[in-house]
């Protein structure tokens, strides 16, 4: 009886080999956007200090600032922020980066990040507070500075990366973030795929 259970068992692949039919070929995954130029950088995001990496905003036109709380330019911070919300699902994205070179953000990185959404609602990302311009500046705004020729001369400039990771902009500290010339450059910009 053993010995015909073996057979049969061993009978049965046999008999269905014909019916088999071949699983449907898996879709090979969508290759993500590759992190190219300037964003291939992390930075320590204001929040809550934990490492993000820049790759996360490739293929999105980026609008990078130069932050401060204590600073004429400081209400920029609701036209940026404005600016975010219009254009976010079309693929724009704000990043803050909060500095003291100018000797106007004297608070710890909390104290930033209390003060820019209690006082203007700021959603856009916003990273730990950092030096932007001479030796000691952050590696982005030395990249940006060496693209551009340009470095913040003081706070709320504002460098617009297109969709490449490559190719920059800058505005100066006196372009509003709701300005004709600098919403245009924008729109330009997400237009450009």
Known sequence: MRIATLRYLAFIPALFSGFCVAAPAAKAPEPATSCTGLLQ???LRLQDEKLQSLCQYSGKVVVVVNTASFCGFTPQYEGLEALYAKYRDKGLVVLGFPSNDFSQETGSNKEIADFCENTFG?????????SVAGKDANPLFKQLAAKTGTVPRWNFYKYVIARDGQSVVSFNSMADPASRQFVKEIEKQLASK
């Open 122 to 130: 700021v959603k856009f990302p916003m990273f730990s507070k950092s």
């Open 41 to 43: 950088q992390s930075f």
